[in-house]
């Protein structure tokens, strides 16, 4: 009977130390979001038993920053020199961006050609947009169907500056700024670079804004 006792014992503190560490990753994943005002939900599941985690308390947990935060992904435990990789399915439900008509290729959206909805972000192809400043002002680089989820694939940036056209070159330099005319040898959205071919025929380097004008800093 004393060694049943002591069995069932060992389970019950092996259990409360897994969910103890299951409750460590979950607080870790979640707090990935804290900031964000687009997720509403976020639920975790731990895939990787206790017995394949660290040996401490407190491992510290990290992920890379630029990694993916929501689907299976995969987070550092360490102890020490003792470095594992727990597994875990993030599910997230959030604001995302639809077409709110059908769209045509090549046209330019506005704010009536998008609407947000709310759904499963990880179960969303890569690269959904739930920005606004990024789809409007867009264009459609295909036809769009009503409802159908926007990405970074179906569109592109409007051109502020198109291969072939004359452009005005600002330089700006300490206490000067110098002027001139030549023509953008390539398309450029605003903030992209673009190579002009001045009237002496020169080529510089610079950045096409907004209104057309490209932009250079000495």
């Known amino acids: 009977m004393k060694s049943i006792l002591l069995l069932v014992g060992l389970l019950i503190g092996l259990n409360a130390h897994a969910e103890g560490q299951d409750g460590q ?3 870790f994943i979640k707090s990935q979001f804290a900031t964000s005002t687009n997720v509403t939900d976020v639920k975790v599941l731990v895939r990787t038993p206790a017995s394949r985690w660290p040996q401490c308390e407190l491992p510290q947990l990290s992920m890379p920053q630029n990694a993916r935060r929501w689907g299976n ?3 550092s435990a360490r102890c020490g020199q003792e470095r594992r990789f727990i597994q875990a399915q993030v599910q997230v439900v959030g604001h995302y961006l639809v077409a709110a008509r059908g769209i045509s290729a090549g046209s330019k959206l506005t704010a009536d050609d998008i609407k947000l909805k709310t759904g499963r972000l990880d179960t969303l192809p890569p690269r959904t947009l739930i920005d606004n400043a990024k789809a409007i002002g867009a264009v459609s680089l295909r036809n769009i ?3 159908q989820p926007l ?3 179906m569109l592109r940036r409007a051109w502020a500056v198109k291969a072939g056209q004359t452009v005005q070159v600002l330089a700006q330099g300490d206490g000067f700024n ?4 030549g023509k953008a040898m390539t398309n450029a959205a605003a903030e992209d670079g ?3 071919r001045m009237a002496s025929g020169q080529i510089v380097s ?3 804004n907004i209104d057309g004008t490209i932009r250079i800093t000495l």
Do not use: M
């Open 194 to 196: 673009v190579r002009v």
């Open 178 to 181: 110098i002027s001139g005319a």
């Open 206 to 208: 610079g950045i096409a």
């Open 151 to 153: 990405n970074t694939v």
């Open 145 to 147: 169907s009503p409802g």
């Open 73 to 75: 992904i995969s987070i």
């Open 25 to 27: 990753v979950e607080n």
